[in-house]
């Protein structure tokens, strides 16, 4: 590669005032909520996101960049009028900000070289990064002849739908990556398996029982918190077994009286459900003790020992339901038991599953609809899996990002990675997830005070600039 692109952009983002800026640009859209929301005519997922995104769409107008707001489900940012050879992904969008925090989740917060907030690192850092990376190349009046794209979502979230409206309406470019994930490369995410089930039954009066069970916020988030109402007991009959439940999974247990019965809840961590190893799953912990009371017979009890015989705190594999797989490719198949809520007549639930490449409709979704059916539980919906999203390890695209990613870092012989979390790019053919997490850091993604590090935005910046000078000269 020519080294002397290297010099000129190591020159570029070593000026503390680029320093300055790209922290200022973080800390600008960090400070705008943009959790989904209700849906308006105008704000197809709620007013914070497109907050955010008018936002981005002002700071890109500052930097020189010609703009345009698709319908407020992406932003465009182009950094010139050739024909474009490369899409760049990156989401504004933000998971709820939880419990937990040291900080206000929507300041960002800069200690130690390290900045706090929501979106610091999933996304917003990073699209400051490749929006800096695009200024850089404007600015050095770097030699391309094709354009790059900046595209900003604003539902990455939530299900993606902004990138299915604008691709519905746009052509792929020839290549494309997403700022959204790790390096060196990600070429292979695994596909999705995510029922909802549950069981119906008629309101019952035979004490004791659990007449409400509530857990989880969001389908790919490991359930920090889980509460139930167990009618007929009093503290004393659950707060051993809750003793001897944190000491073996770590969760934290609080007993109330609640009228004639009692409120057990459960505090967990949560972590992203494709890492679910890294929580502490409070439906889970919650289940362990509830099926170990002295409850009566009746559909509630049953539901529930079932639900803690198939999801057993700590079995993030699937083992229990019998559909725990591997592959050398891709890896083993994770889950995390997400949402659960129980009524007084009945219940439903939702597992989140990251599903390797050896993962099928029959040794996977139909071995769990028939484990499930065998203990009176049902799925719901379509319970469809999606596709494992593979680009070839030798294609150009993954070849130069690679490169780019070992010139900065002195890495040799970096190999691209597979991975269970879904990325922008999981539907864009060719398209590989490429940063801004770099191996050893934890950003605390989808958890309280997630981080990212400035040193690790401002290298990624670096290799980014160079990757678009090399894909688009």
Same mark, same amino acid.
């Given at each position: ?27 600008? !859209?960090?400070?705008? %909520?943009? &959790? =989904?929301?209700?849906?308006?005519? /105008?704000?197809?997922? $709620?007013?914070?996101?497109? *907050? ?89 009046? !770097?030699?391309?002849? %094709?354009? &790059? =794209?900046?595209?900003?979502?604003? /539902?990455?979230?939530? $299900?993606?739908?902004?990138? *299915? ?117 409070a439906i889970s912990a919650l289940l362990e003790v509830l099926a170990q009371l002295p409850l009566a017979d009746c559909p509630s009890t049953r539901a529930l020992r079932a639900m803690a015989q198939l999801f057993p705190f700590g079995d993030t594999r699937g083992r229990a339901l019998g559909i725990a797989q591997s592959d050398p490719e891709s890896g083993e198949l994770t889950l995390n038991l997400a949402l659960m809520n129980l009524t007084e007549t009945g219940f439903t639930s939702k597992f989140d599953s990251r599903v390797p ?117």
């Amino acid at each position: 590669m020519d080294m002397s692109v290297k010099e000129q952009i190591d020159r570029y983002f070593d000026d503390p005032a680029r320093r300055a800026e790209l922290v200022e640009a973080v800390t600008r !859209l960090v400070g705008v %909520k943009s &959790v =989904r929301g209700e849906p308006s005519a /105008d704000a197809p997922f $709620g007013p914070g996101p497109k *907050a955010a995104l008018e936002e981005a769409l002002k700071l890109c107008g500052e930097l020189g960049f010609a703009t345009r707001n698709y319908d407020n489900y992406v932003g465009l940012c182009d950094l010139n009028d050739s024909p474009t050879q490369l899409h760049v992904l990156g989401h504004l969008d933000v998971v709820g900000e939880g419990t937990g925090w040291d900080t206000d989740p929507y300041t960002c917060v800069e200690r130690d070289g390290i900045l706090y907030g929501r979106g610091v690192s999933d996304d917003k850092g990073p699209v400051c990064a490749a929006l800096f990376a695009m200024k850089a190349l404007k600015d050095l009046e !770097l030699p391309v002849s %094709k354009n &790059v =794209r900046l595209i900003l979502g604003t /539902d990455e979230e939530s $299900g993606s739908e902004d990138i *299915a409206y604008y691709y519905a309406r746009e052509p792929y470019a020839p290549q494309a990556f997403t700022p959204d994930a790790d390096f060196p490369v990600i070429n292979i995410e695994k596909g999705h398996y995510h029922p909802d089930f549950g069981a119906q039954w008629e309101p019952e009066t035979a004490e004791p029982r659990v007449s409400a069970l509530k857990g989880g916020f969001r389908h790919n988030v490991v359930p920090p918190e889980a509460e139930a109402l167990v009618l007929g007991l009093t503290p004393a009959d659950v707060e051993e077994l809750c003793r001897t439940e944190e000491a073996r999974s770590g969760a934290r247990f609080t007993v109330t009286q609640e009228g004639r019965g009692v409120c057990v809840h459960c505090g967990g961590k949560n972590a992203h459900a494709a890492s679910p190893d890294d929580g502490i799953n409070a439906i889970s912990a919650l289940l362990e003790v509830l099926a170990q009371l002295p409850l009566a017979d009746c559909p509630s009890t049953r539901a529930l020992r079932a639900m803690a015989q198939l999801f057993p705190f700590g079995d993030t594999r699937g083992r229990a339901l019998g559909i725990a797989q591997s592959d050398p490719e891709s890896g083993e198949l994770t889950l995390n038991l997400a949402l659960m809520n129980l009524t007084e007549t009945g219940f439903t639930s939702k597992f989140d599953s990251r599903v390797p490449i050896c993962a099928t409709r029959e040794n996977c979704a139909q071995v769990c609809e028939e484990t499930l059916a065998r203990h009176g539980i049902a799925v719901t919906g379509d319970g469809e899996m999606t596709h494992v999203h593979v680009v070839e390890a030798d294609s150009s695209l993954v070849q130069t990002l690679l490169k780019c990613y070992e010139t900065y870092t002195g890495v040799t012989n970096a190999k691209p990675l597979a991975i269970g979390g879904g990325t922008y790019v999981h539907d864009i053919p060719g398209g590989v997830a490429f940063g801004c997490d770099f191996p050893g850091f934890d950003p605390k993604m989808h958890s309280a005070n997630e981080q990212a590090s400035v040193d690790n935005l401002i290298l990624s910046a670096k290799i980014f600039a160079l990757a678009m000078a090399e894909l688009c000269k």
